[in-house]
C-alpha cells in the first residue's frame, strides 16, 4: 500500500514561488501515474497536476497551466510541485495522489474511484 506525505507550503506573496514534495513510501511507486490536487476552503477539491509514471506525460489544470510545473525523481520515490507566479486564488491545502487503478488511462485523475487514500495535504497561502 502507498502512503504518501505532502511538504513544502507555506505562506508567500503574490507573484512568488514554492516547490511542494510529496514522498510516497512503497516499493512499486514507479508503477503508478501521480497528480496533485487542492482543495480551496469552502470549495471541492480539484485536479492541479498529473504526470505519468515514466514521467514522460504531464497534465496540468488550465488554472495552472504555464505556472506550475510537476515532476517525480522516481529513485526518491518523489513527485514534486513548482509553483511559479502564484495567485492568491492559489491558496489551498495541496494534495498528492496516485493511479491506484490503472484502469483509466491518462484521465485517471478525473475518476475518484481510481485514487489511492489521501495524505494531510499540506497549505499554501498567497497573501496579495
Known amino acids: 500500500q502507498v502512503q504518501l506525505v505532502e511538504s513544502g507550503g507555506g505562506l508567500v506573496q503574490a507573484g512568488g514561488s514554492l516547490r511542494l514534495s510529496c514522498a510516497a513510501s512503497?516499493?512499486?511507486?514507479?508503477?503508478?501515474?501521480m497528480g496533485w490536487f487542492r482543495q480551496a476552503p469552502g470549495k471541492e477539491r480539484e485536479f492541479v497536476a498529473a504526470i505519468s509514471w515514466s514521467g514522460g506525460s504531464t497534465y496540468y489544470a488550465d488554472s495552472v497551466k504555464g505556472r506550475f510545473t510537476i515532476s517525480r525523481d522516481n529513485a526518491k520515490n518523489t513527485v514534486y510541485l513548482q509553483m511559479n507566479s502564484l495567485k492568491p486564488e492559489d491558496t489551498a491545502v495541496y494534495y498528492c495522489?496516485?493511479?491506484?487503478?490503472?484502469?483509466?488511462?491518462?484521465?485517471?485523475?478525473?475518476?475518484?474511484?481510481?485514487?489511492?487514500?489521501w495524505g494531510q495535504g499540506t497549505l499554501v497561502t498567497v497573501s496579495s
Open positions: 512503497g516499493r512499486t511507486f514507479s508503477s503508478y501515474a
Open positions: 495522489n496516485f493511479d491506484r487503478s490503472g484502469l483509466y488511462g491518462s484521465r485517471w485523475y478525473t475518476r475518484s474511484d481510481a485514487l489511492g487514500a
